[in-house]
């Protein structure tokens, strides 16, 4: 039973680009939420994808963007990066109507901007 | 807004010590709480959760029970092996963000030694 898989692992950008992160949930779940993790610091909940919508969205700039495709897939997409956007960026899986509260979680994408 | 903060870290204990990591929240109504652990290069895994006031969540050997009256959700475990070296991560599901919205504490790294 594959978990959820995130690519790249890592990568390196500087600022002003453009960057897309991508997430392959858990087979069986049908919503993905991401969070960006700093250094030293907890996850922070950027938002979350089912049926191919945004549903949910924390505090974060219109820079970050998403998309979910029919295969329950996703993306995080960040434009214009910042310095202060280097982080991990964690992808989770669940499955709508659950609500438990019980995430799965990819290892994560170290992203550093320079 | 919702917010957790736990003891810093990192939190270094003998094996067959006893563990006590604290976890207090700010929230509004009751929200459901978690402890989430990730182990050296994997992702976040839930460990255990309490849904209601006085629940007590259990798993591996590990302990935490939802205090309303203290807003806290202190995680214990009698004897530490080296294998629960890991960063521990106190979490709630509030109102208004429903199961998949988290938000998390800082983390604390947990090193057991022989």
């Known amino acids: 039973d594959a978990g959820v898989t995130q690519s790249p692992t890592h990568l390196i950008k500087t600022r002003g680009q453009q960057v897309t992160l991508r997430c392959s949930p858990k087979?069986?779940?049908?919503?993905v939420s991401w969070y960006q993790q700093a250094l030293g610091q907890g996850p922070q909940f950027i938002f979350q994808y089912y049926e191919e919508e945004e549903r949910q969205r924390g505090n974060f700039p219109d820079r970050f963007s998403g998309h979910q495709f029919p295969n329950y897939s996703s993306e995080l997409n960040v434009n214009a990066l910042l310095l202060g956007d280097s982080a991990l960026y964690l992808c989770?899986?669940?499955?709508?109507?659950?609500?438990?509260?019980?995430?799965?979680f990819g290892e994560g994408s170290r992203l550093t901007v320079l | 807004g919702d917010s957790v903060t736990q003891m810093e870290g990192p939190v270094t204990l003998s094996e067959e010590a006893f563990l006590t990591i604290n976890c207090t929240y700010t929230a509004t109504g009751y929200p459901s709480l978690f402890w989430y652990v990730q182990y050296p290069g994997e992702g976040l895994q839930l460990l255990l959760k309490?849904?209601?006031?006085?629940d007590k969540g259990s798993n591996k050997g590990f302990e935490a029970t939802y205090r309303k009256e203290t807003t806290s959700f202190h995680l214990e475990k009698g004897s530490v092996q080296v294998s629960d070296s890991a960063v521990y991560f106190c979490?709630?599901?509030?109102?208004?963000?429903?199961?998949?919205?988290?938000?998390f504490g800082t983390g604390t790294q947990l090193k057991v030694e022989l």
């Open positions: 979490a709630l599901s509030g109102l208004t963000g429903g199961g998949n919205k988290l938000t």
């Open positions: 087979s069986g779940h049908d919503t």
């Open positions: 309490a849904t209601k006031a006085d």
């Open positions: 989770a899986s669940s499955l709508v109507g659950t609500n438990t509260g019980e995430l799965f």
